[in-house]
């Protein structure tokens, strides 16, 4: 709140639909993820965390990364999200509320919780007070047709947004290399060690 | 492609930095076709080995005989490179082949200090670039850091590609007789395939990270052939030894690695390393802590003193094996090693001009004791194992004191008659089934002929009995410890008195033992007594395969194992005229005489140092050798005169005097049972070291302090006795004691509340986790 | 829009991780927990790099993301390993290591 | 499609500006369209018509002339049937979950391009997102199967759940060849690549990537097949077994949504087989960057739309049903080693050209 006030009153450019949706979509969000920790029932958290996992899809969105944010619906929706529920499903058998899913340390998680964000937004609000995001960079790009068609009169330009694909792919193949072989390395090992430890003997 | 068109020059400019270049024969440019060829054979041989007429064993050998052909036109090539740079150069600026902007560099980037530094020392060698021809790609980048691969070709590459390749070729011919039959066959040929593509990698590394890869690679393939009969447990012990003592020094050698990397300005090259070592651009004491971190990988992979111990224990693997991994591959790497970054040694142990330093040190104690280790070992294989180490030892010694060039030369020596004295231990054993020589072997040489032959010539050459190969090599390390006045010798880089005392007495040694080898092993009567079964295992034949050796006289074998043996003892006797001293019998025909030195030695590249050359000695030549024979003469009379006297006596044949000098005499029996406990190195590693602190140590610290700290504190206490009954009638009680009642009450409730904490549930940790976080935060942001 | 608008949200959602790691028995929901954790860093890891106009922050919270499905991969494996030791997946039960 | 043709008819014809809001109602009706009038023609077409004549079924041919009514007669059936919600059922995600299965369907429907400039969203990441949106409809079937109660419903909810999850990997991996081949993941660039490449040489009818990604065409198209959870892949609604899977419980108009979520999801997939694989809204002879293709181009797409439904359902009417250890079978040691190979090949084919 104190953010959106301060840019009111500093005047800056304000993207009214945009922070329009950012509030609604970030109000939701936590509103889900206080769900995820709160609710008695398992399944209706594993839900609740789709929520919330969308709603951070859409905030990468915001953040103008499209690919993040596909990968990240793809990855934790289709699969991760997935995998709990099965594991939910697999291991408890029961509808409705699970009883105390809970133990008797809500006292002290809500204090270091609180404590935690307290710290956190202070030196944030401090640190980058009224620190604007740059605009979205990613102008209008145009782009001829690869291949010259018959068209004489006029070569024929569409426009298209540039794209921060291509940029991440160049990243991720070109500096973060290593990284990349490293997780996938990662990857398989964590498939291997899953099966060793899930497997009945 | 036509062997004209490997050789021509071919033009390839690339920026060149002094010492290299980046354009050359064809051959030198693409050598990475050698271990590629290997690498590729290994692959083809495990996946299609067994299907084949030959198991496998026709792709290896195929594959290992067009790298030694490679490897001989590379060889080729490089001589014509060496000695015809000039023109190429001359060539190059006369814009015939090459673009301008290389040809200014070339000449540019070569100034003539550096070519008349190093020939200073040698007087009148001609001015060559002797310039190593260098090729590289990107292999990754990662963070800003291009990873780049590369061959680095220059004299010490092309020599040991012709190493490689030889010895690998005769091992691969011998094992297909030797090996017949094995039940993992396919897999043994597919490991030698890796092994010789591991080291030739390792040969023509441009970059320590690639250097590093195949030194690992070496170490992994070893640990597969030593324990290629891994269903025996001494076996794959013995490979678990070498594999984990070479990790110890591994460490050494990333360690080292990386300290050069930022040193250099954080580079993997190793001609820049060396070059920026040898301009002084890098702190001496960085590059004395790193040579000191890269000492220890050689100390364990070149079986140095004190790691040495895995390589007598590796002789569990084939005995081809052995002999190559003695011979060319996996212990010289170490050697090759410090040969390569010559300039990071030269400048951090300041070889230049002193006496003494620590891989001269390390040397010379490597080659005395583990020379003395050798005389008691009863299995051939060990005795040779030692001789190895002590021969590493020389190697090692010869590159400390700054003789460059003899140690390179004794490796190249070495490699032929050590890979022939191997050979032809396991030809023998291969007929007795043993590598036992007081139990199974004596009076060989009645039976098997050629094996005796080519083994006595290769002892002779390890020996260094003029002409052999070992005389010119030994000989000229010992030159090469700096000039001791007495012999009339001069130059050299130090004064290094005690390396070349060391030195002679080794080769006494060495002398001493191989003629005890050579008396039991095909000397007196055959001792083989029927107990075949305990040794068809040692073969990991199957039985079936040799029960028709199994009653009858152990006899010669066919041309795979002869021929290889016919070779290198061939190589033995000759291969030392490769390096004959200037004047020695050539009188004044510059192109006989050391041309080993000439072609080999990168005497006028930037990235190594320019060392001294000392001038060979007739005084000393003759005195090391009667040193030698003298020991020669020793176990001689020993075993040749008394031994054989009394077994004649007593009827059978014998390996020692029953009551020899060491039953007789309290040191010498004290001395050889050190030896036959391996100076208790194996002990100190396993019950010292590793069961130290839960036994022996536990006592001592009981005993100390039962006896010395009791007694103290006693003395103490019955003083304070008296002062204390004072002090207790009047502080004790009410002062003292009521304050150490409140600490035992605070500590005792504290300890009950904080103990509910400890409950084991990770939640509860976590959440103190976090809360320990957020405050240690806070303060950062708070307070600091 | 405001770099703090993300990094608050962030913020927020990772207390909200933190409390349920602290307090949830399930060891599924306990799962779920650290997944809102990754996502917070993931949120900051993407505005700061929206922020310096680079794709680095993108690129490592993809790594983050693949990083966490192994991580759930792993997870739960050991929560169906403790249900068939312990017929139940409540961590509390889980306290051999108590002092 | 609809909305970018209205507003481009309405502003250069009529000349009138649109607001946002009309935009965005315009966007919404024509989404609706595209997801309703494929869904109901499929429905009346294959199922009704080409099945019957198929299977030698008499159903479907009294309502109206020829049968023309049925489809209308089916909805009137499934409106005015009860709304019932079991009484031990978890009463939101119940009621949620055919909602999300259609959410999916539309959120797939987003990137579709049905012509040059008529699209809903020119997303960057067109076919990633699709293939990303499309694993949402697990999350539906899921709750379904969990929200009823029911050990039929859950025991199909699962079955789905292990059915599309094993089976969107040979379908991301069939799609790669496609996105190597053209260069990027803009579902409107795959087709301009589509109309303006060659195939050796020849650029008369482009190069619809059929041609040369038969083997992902082949893979995509199986692999939808399962996603759909239709026969041969029907375990997961198989009467014999499961009743109707995850959708016993449903009746009414949640039933008709489940049943409109499948048909629409299949003339959805069919749109992205052929804007992947078939040229999209082009057609040969007429030059991708003609204005006449945001009037045609829709038309294009929905015949080809068709023609793929015709294989999906034609493999629907003819084949019998697979046991689930094959399906998984044909899944992981089948489609995706078949595919990774095609991506190899692909990329190799890619960088040697």
């Known amino acids: ?53 969308a709603g951070v899809a859409v905030q990468f969105v915001f953040l103008g990364s499209e690919f993040a944010a596909a990968t990240q619906v793809l990855v934790y929706i289709g699969a991760i999200v997935v ?75 569409r426009q298209t947004r540039g794209s921060d694909t291509a940029a991440i792919g160049d990243a991720i193949f070109e500096s973060y290399i290593v990284p990349f072989e490293a997780v996938s390395v990662l990857l398989l090992a964590a498939l291997i060690g899953a099966v060793v430890i899930a497997r009945k003997e | 492609m036509s062997l004209s068109s490997l050789l021509l020059f071919a033009a390839d400019a690339g920026p060149a930095l002094p010492g290299y270049t980046f354009a050359g024969p064809w051959i030198l440019r693409n050598v990475w076709l050698l271990p590629l060829i290997p690498a590729l054979s290994f692959l083809a041989i495990l996946f299609f080995g067994k299907r084949l007429p030959f198991k496998g064993a026709e792709i290896g050998i195929a594959s290992v005989l067009s790298i030694l052909a490679l490897a001989i036109v590379a060889n080729i090539a490089w001589f014509d490179h060496r000695d015809n740079y000039e023109s190429e150069k001359a060539e190059d600026a006369a814009g015939l082949l090459l673009s301008d902007e290389y ?126 009969w891994w269903e025996e447990k001494p076996n794959s012990d013995a490979a678990l030894k070498a594999f984990l003592t070479n990790r110890v020094g591994d460490i050494g050698l990333l360690v080292g690695m990386i300290i050069l990397f930022f040193s250099a300005g954080q580079t993997f090259d190793i001609v820049k390393i060396n070059t920026m070592a040898l301009a002084g651009e890098i702190p001496q004491r960085n590059l004395t802590i790193a040579a000191l971190c890269l000492m220890a990988a050689v100390m364990s992979k070149s079986g140095q003193f004190i790691l040495h111990t895995w390589l007598p224990d590796a002789m569990a693997g084939p005995t081809p094996v052995s002999a190559l991994i003695h011979a060319a591959t996996m212990v010289v790497a170490g050697v090759y090693m410090i040969a390569r970054l010559y300039g990071v040694f030269f400048v951090g142990f300041s070889i230049e001009g002193s006496p003494v330093n620590p891989m001269a040190l390390i040397g010379m104690f490597t080659l005395i004791f583990a020379g003395l280790l050798a005389f008691v070992q009863d299995d051939i294989k060990k005795v040779l194992a030692y001789s190895t180490v002590s021969q590493l030892g020389y190697m090692v010694m010869a590159l400390g ?175 030392g005229l490769v390096n004959l001293p200037p004047g020695f019998i050539t009188g004044n025909l510059e192109s006989w005489q050391e041309r080993f030195f000439h072609f080999y030695e990168p005497s006028a590249a930037a990235y190594f140092p320019a060392i001294a050359h000392g001038t060979p000695s007739y005084t000393l030549a003759i005195f090391a050798s009667v040193v030698g024979l003298l020991g020669v003469g020793l176990a001689y009379f020993y075993y040749f005169v008394l031994v054989d006297r009394k077994s004649k006596a007593m009827g059978e044949s014998l390996t020692e005097l029953p009551n020899g000098p060491t039953s007789k005499f309290g040191i010498l029996k004290a001395g050889h049972t050190l030896l036959v406990e391996k100076y208790y190195l194996d002990h100190l590693y396993t019950d010292v070291i590793a069961g130290g602190t839960k036994g022996p140590l536990a006592k001592a610290v009981y005993w100390f302090n039962q006896n010395v700290l009791d007694a103290t504190v006693d003395g103490v206490g019955r003083t304070s006795v008296i002062a204390g009954k004072a002090v207790y009638e009047h502080i004790d009680q009410t002062v003292i004691d009521g304050a150490v009642n409140l600490s035992g009450v605070v500590s005792s409730e504290t300890g009950a509340g904080l103990r509910k904490t400890q409950n084991g549930k990770i939640q509860q940790y976590a959440a103190y986790l976090f809360a320990g976080a957020t405050l240690l935060a806070g303060v950062l942001i708070f307070v600091i | 829009m405001l770099l703090n608008q993300f990094l608050l949200l962030a913020a927020v959602l990772f207390c909200l991780g933190v409390y349920g790691v602290i307090t949830r028995k399930n060891g599924v929901m306990v799962l779920m927990s650290i997944e809102m954790i990754l996502n917070a860093v993931n949120i900051n890891l993407v505005a700061f790099g929206a922020f310096n106009g680079t794709p680095i922050g993108s690129v490592f919270a993809l790594f983050v993301i693949a990083v966490a499905a192994a991580e759930v991969g792993i997870g739960l494996a050991i929560v169906l390993l403790i249900y068939r030791n312990k017929k139940s997946i409540d961590f509390s039960e889980v306290d051999l290591l108590k002092g | 499609m609809i909305s ?69 007669a089916e909805v009137g059936k499934f409106l005015q049937k009860e709304d019932i919600v079991p009484a031990k059922a978890d009463r939101v995600v119940f009621l949620g979950a055919p909602f999300i299965v259609l959410l999916s369907t539309f959120l797939l429907l987003l990137v579709v391009p049905f012509g040059p400039d008529a699209w809903f969203v020119d997303l960057d990441t067109g076919v990633y997102f699709a293939m990303a949106v499309s694993s949402v409809s697990v999350i539906g079937i899921l709750m379904a199967g969990w929200g009823s109660s029911s050990k039929y419903s859950l025991l199909g909810g699962i079955r789905a759940a292990g059915q599309l999850v094993a089976y969107e990997l040979p379908m991301i991996l069939a799609v790669v060849g496609v996105v190597i081949q053209a260069g990027t993941l803009n579902m409107n660039e795959i087709v301009f690549a589509q109309a303006n490449g060659e195939i050796f040489g020849i650029g008369v009818i482009g190069n619809p990537y059929i041609l040369t990604q038969f083997v992902g065409f082949a893979v995509f198209l199986i692999a939808i097949q399962a996603e759909l959870t239709q026969p041969p892949f029907d375990m997961p609604v198989a009467e014999s077994e499961l009743v109707a899977g995850y959708m016993t419980e449903y009746s009414g108009l949640r039933f008709l949504l489940f049943f409109i979520g499948e048909f629409a999801t299949a003339g ?58 094959q399906l998984q079978r044909l899944a992981w040691k089948f489609l995706i080693p078949i595919a990774l190979v095609n991506i190899v090949i692909t990329g190799v084919l890619k960088v040697v050209f």
């Open chain 1, 1 to 53: 709140m104190i953010s959106l006030l301060a840019q009111i009153s500093n005047g800056d450019d304000l993207y009214v639909a945009q922070n329009i949706f950012w509030w609604f979509f970030a109000i939701v969000t936590v509103i889900a993820a206080v769900k995820v920790v709160t609710t008695d029932n398992i399944v209706h958290a594993a839900l609740h965390l789709v929520i919330v996992l």
């Open chain 1, 83 to 157: 995998l709990l529920l099965f594991g939910i499903m697999l291991t408890r058998g029961s509808l409705g509320d699970d009883g105390l899913v809970d133990t008797e340390r809500r006292g002290l998680g809500a204090l270091v919780a609180l404590l935690l964000f307290g710290l956190m937004a202070f030196s944030l609000v401090d640190g980058f007070e009224d620190v604007l995001l740059p605009e979205d960079s990613r102008n209008l790009v145009e782009v001829t047709t690869p291949i010259d068609t018959d068209i004489d009169d006029d070569e024929f330009i």
């Open chain 2, 103 to 228: 040809a200014t560099v070339a000449i540019d980037g070569e100034p003539d200090s550096l070519l008349l530094s190093a020939d200073a020392g040698e007087g009148g060698e001609a001015a060559h670039g002797s310039t190593a021809v260098r090729n590289e790609a990107t292999w990754f980048q990662s963070g800003g850091q291009e990873f780049k691969v590369g061959t680095l070709v220059d004299g010490q590459a092309v020599m040991m590609l012709f190493v490689v390749t030889f010895i690998s070729t005769l091992v691969h011919v011998f094992s297909t007789e030797y090996v017949a039959g094995d039940r993992r066959y396919t897999h043994y040929f597919a490991f030698l395939s890796l092994f010789t593509a591991s080291m030739l990698l390792l040969v023509v590394s441009a970059s320590t990270i690639q250097f590093i890869t195949a030194w690992e690679l070496v170490g992994v393939c070893s640990f597969a052939l030593i324990g290629h």
């Open chain 2, 401 to 575: 004191v700054g003789a460059w060039t003899a140690g390179m030369f004794h490796l190249f020596t070495h490699a032929f008659f050590k890979a022939g004295l191997f050979l032809g231990a396991g030809s023998v054993a291969h007929s007795v089934h043993s590598f036992d020589m007081k139990k199974d072997m004596g009076g060989m040489r009645k039976f098997m002929p050629t094996t005796y032959k080519t083994f006595i010539i290769c002892t002779l050459a390890l020996v260094g009995i003029f002409p052999f190969a070992g005389f010119w090599s030994k000989d000229e390390i010992l030159v090469g410890t700096g000039g001791w006045g007495l012999f009339g010798g001069t130059g050299g880089n130090g004064n290094y008195t005690l390396m070349l005392i060391g030195g002679i007495f080794g080769a006494a040694l060495t002398g001493a033992y191989m003629t005890r080898v050579i008396y039991l092993t095909f000397f007196g009567e055959f001792r083989h007594v029927a107990h075949h079964d305990d040794h068809a295992v040692d073969h990991g034949h199957a039985d079936d395969a040799h029960d028709a050796h199994a009653n009858h006289d152990p006899h010669e074998h066919g041309p795979a194992i002869t021929i290889p043996l016919i070779l290198l003892a061939g190589f033995a006797t000759l291969i």
């Open chain 4, 4 to 72: 970018t043709l209205s507003s481009v008819l309405l502003s250069t014809v009529l000349a009138v500006e649109i607001p946002y809001w009309g935009q965005t109602s315009f966007r919404v009706l024509g989404g609706l369209v595209a997801i309703l009038l494929p869904a109901g023609g499929l429905v009346y077409v294959y199922l009704f018509k080409m099945m019957s004549f198929m299977q030698s079924r008499l159903g479907p041919m009294e309502a109206g002339p020829y049968g023309s009514m049925q489809l209308l």
């Open chain 4, 268 to 325: 959805v997939f069919s749109a992205i087989a052929a804007v992947l694989f078939l040229g999209g809204w082009y057609v040969p002879f007429l030059a991708p960057e003609h204005n006449l293709y945001n009037v045609l181009g829709p038309l294009v797409l929905m015949a080809k739309i068709f023609g793929v439904a015709g294989l999906i359902f034609w493999f629907r009417f003819t084949y019998p049903r697979f046991r689930e250890d």
